[in-house]
């Protein structure tokens, strides 16, 4: 195989990786003052969506969800990137471990 051609599958690659990422819906989420802002957030059923998860607080919360099957400890001031679904039509909740009787919310999936 010449360089070119292997040059043009190297790219060809890229392109469809880049093509795929770009297609994922990217839904933004805060943790402030120990809440999950907004509360319930709404997704479309059999999608692939990015949460990207902004912890405005100084410290740590843990996002968690057994419904999701999603855990992830985001350190104040952080952010972290989750990924979630497809999924089917539902509601899927998720609370903050080091914070559950405020940090709560729901993914609305239609």
Do not use: W
Request: proline share 7%; charged share 20%; aromatic share 10%.
């Amino acid at each position: 195989m010449s360089s070119f051609c292997r040059y043009l599958s190297v790219t060809l690659c890229l392109l469809v990786v880049n093509a795929a990422q770009a297609a994922t819906p990217v839904i933004e989420l805060e943790i402030r003052d120990h809440l999950f802002i907004p509360e319930e957030i709404s997704i479309p059923a059999n999608t692939k969506v990015k949460l990207v998860v902004y912890n405005r607080d100084a410290t740590p919360e843990e996002f968690e969800s057994y419904e999701l099957n999603r855990e992830k400890v985001i350190l104040g001031g952080n952010k972290a990137n989750i990924f979630i679904g497809p999924l089917a039509p539902g509601v899927y909740p998720f609370f903050g471990e080091f914070n559950p009787r405020t940090a709560q919310g729901r993914v609305v999936v239609e």
